[in-house]
Each structure stands twice: as C-alpha cells, then as structure tokens.
C-alpha cells in the first residue's frame, strides 16, 4: 500500500525566516507529486507539479520554491518568509492524472 | 478555460435531513468529475469519481450523477449525521488538464446534532 508522509506536522516561523517542508511516497514508483496552500478557511491552490526527478513546473509561485531531489520525495522551501505564507501545505500524488491523494499536510504559522 | 462552480459556501442541517450540494462545471469534451472531503486538520480523500455521462458515483452514503447535459455533478446523501461534517469540494481533470485539478470553492457542511 502507498503512503505519503509530510513534516513538519507543524511549523511556527518568524517573517524573513528560511522555510523546508517535506514530502516522502512510499509504494509508488514514479508518481507525479504536487504541492498545494489552503489560507485557513481557504479553497485549495496548486503551487508546483513534477512528473519526474528534477523536474519541477510551478503553477503559483508565491515566493516560494520546489525541488524533487529524490524519486519518493518532494521539496517546497523558501529563503524568506512572508506573512502570507501562513497556512497548510499539502503534498499529493497520483499516477496518469487520475486520482490525488493527499498527505496529512503541515500547518505554518509566519509571525 | 475549465471552471467548477459550487453555489453553496456552507450548508447548515440536522441528522437526518436530506443533502444537496450542488456543483456544475464548465469543460470541453467529457473531463473526469470529482467529490472530495476534507474534514478539519486534514488532507482532502476522495469519496468518488465520474467519467462518463449518467455514470453514477458513490461512497459512504453519498452519491453524484455526471450529467453532460446540465453539466453538473450535484452531491446528495438521504439522510447526514453529524460525522458528516466537513468541507466538500467538487472538482474536474479537463482533457487539456496539464497535471492541475480545477477545484470548486468548497462547502461547509455543519450537523446540528
């Protein structure tokens, strides 16, 4: 069975502070991975895809940045936070544009 | 471009009356539709999908039919109870979907025990 593992759980972070947020798919080779931000109360908005290692397509920057070092795992990181940052990220994957599924997400509070 | 609407931004009931949350879509050819739910703290999990036209998708109670015609995929349950309470999100994989869902704005549902 696939599982997706996200950390932190959760961050609290000052403005300007560097951000890295993990995802790691266990089960699944080759999956494209997806980053998505909810404000609180928030709709869901996809940030980045990767359908490959190395190889990352930003949808929404947001300041923010990707990188798929690994097959399994899926990088998002900033050098600088803002104050808009604040919310929960969600890692997801599926295989051919079907499904998503998502990880447990991790919640970020930017003070 | 592709778009999902959802009318409802929350929806207020009591156990056991009737839901309906409605969703329709605007898309060329015939994308997959989807109905997610995410309960708080939590990462969205799909409770169903639909490809073709009348197909009919269900899970735990709630079910959507894909209407071409109407273009909508309008979520019911006959009777809710209070775990049902959560954020319901209708969305669709177009054929030119380039790797992005388009998402609907999501509903609240609240279960006035």
């Known amino acids: 069975a696939q599982t997706i593992h996200q950390w932190p759980v959760a961050e609290i972070k000052a403005v300007g502070s560097p951000l890295s947020l993990g995802c790691t798919i266990k089960?699944?080779?080759?999956?494209?991975l997806y980053w998505y931000w909810q404000a609180t109360g928030g709709t869901l908005q996809q940030l980045f895809y990767s359908i490959t290692v190395g190889q990352v397509e930003s949808v929404v920057q947001l300041n923010l940045s990707a990188s798929r070092p690994k097959d399994d795992q899926f990088i998002l990181s900033t050098e600088k936070l803002l104050l808009s940052h604040s919310g929960f990220y969600l890692c997801?994957?599926?295989?051919?544009?079907?499904?998503?599924?998502f990880g447990s997400g991790t919640r970020l509070t930017v003070l | 471009g592709d778009s999902v609407t959802q009318t409802e931004g929350q929806v207020a009931l009591s156990e056991e009356d009737f839901l309906t949350i409605h969703c329709n879509y605007s898309a060329s050819g015939y994308p997959t539709l989807f109905w997610y739910v995410q309960y708080p703290g939590e990462g969205p999990q799909l409770l169903f999908r639909a490809s073709r036209d009348k197909e009919k998708g269900s899970s735990r109670g709630f079910e959507a039919t894909y209407d071409k015609g109407t273009t909508s995929f309008h979520l019911r349950k006959a009777s809710v109870q209070e775990s049902d309470s959560a954020v319901y999100y209708c969305a669709l994989s177009g054929v030119d979907s380039n790797y992005q869902l388009i998402w609907g704005s999501g509903t609240k549902l609240i279960i006035k025990p």
């Open positions: 089960g699944k080779s080759s999956p494209n």
């Open positions: 997801a994957w599926n295989r051919d544009r079907e499904t998503l599924y």
